[in-house]
């Protein structure tokens, strides 16, 4: 947890304490970008992205209300602009593509490939829903979405992810 007053002082430019802002929340941000790109090297990348905009944009941060809600909302908003700019990458020709009787080695890599390939918004109500624990309220919050249209983006993400394993699933058994 970070003190009000570290807060305080970071908001005023004082650079030992946004370090310490910094450390407090490195853990956080990563874990946030890295379920969005599932990539180390991208989500490093992305991580201090989070951070340049916290540096730019603390001063906006309102001291009355929680921080780590709205620095969540920050990085929530790098990510899903970052995956906004990326280029859509090709799909595999049928040549690089395993067989479908091929047995899938490790089922996470199945589901982390399936994941990625969800719409933005999906992804990020799965990460923050699943990685970060956080309740609808708050991921509605997170997101400026309304609750039920998170909802929504849960079902559909849930429904996406069912229909796209299922072909998998008789291999895991």
């Not at 990539?39 to 990348?45: M, P, Y």
């Not at 916290?54 to 001063?59: A, I």
């Not at 067989?99 to 994941?115: G, K, T, Y």
Request: aromatic content about 10%; some cysteine; overall charge neutral.
């Amino acid at each position: 947890m970070i003190a009000q007053d570290t807060l305080l002082r970071a908001r005023l430019g004082d650079r030992e304490a946004f370090r310490a802002v910094v450390e407090a929340l490195a853990k956080t941000a990563f874990n946030i970008a890295y379920r969005m790109v599932y990539n180390a090297t991208d989500a490093e990348d992305l991580t201090q992205e989070i951070f340049l905009r916290l540096h730019r944009n603390l001063g906006q941060y309102d001291p009355a209300y929680p921080f780590l809600p709205w620095f969540r909302t920050l990085a929530v908003h790098v990510c899903i602009n970052w995956r906004k700019r990326q280029p859509r990458s090709a799909p595999l020709d049928d040549a690089r593509m395993p067989a479908p009787d091929v047995p899938v080695h490790d089922p996470s890599s199945v589901l982390q490939r399936e994941i990625e390939n969800l719409p933005t918004e999906y992804k990020m109500v799965l990460t923050l829903l699943y990685y970060e624990g956080l309740s609808v309220a708050e991921i509605a919050a997170a997101m400026e979405a309304p609750p039920g249209t998170v909802k929504t983006w849960l079902f559909r993400a849930r429904e996406q992810l069912k229909e796209k394993l299922k072909p998998h699933v008789g291999a895991l058994m």
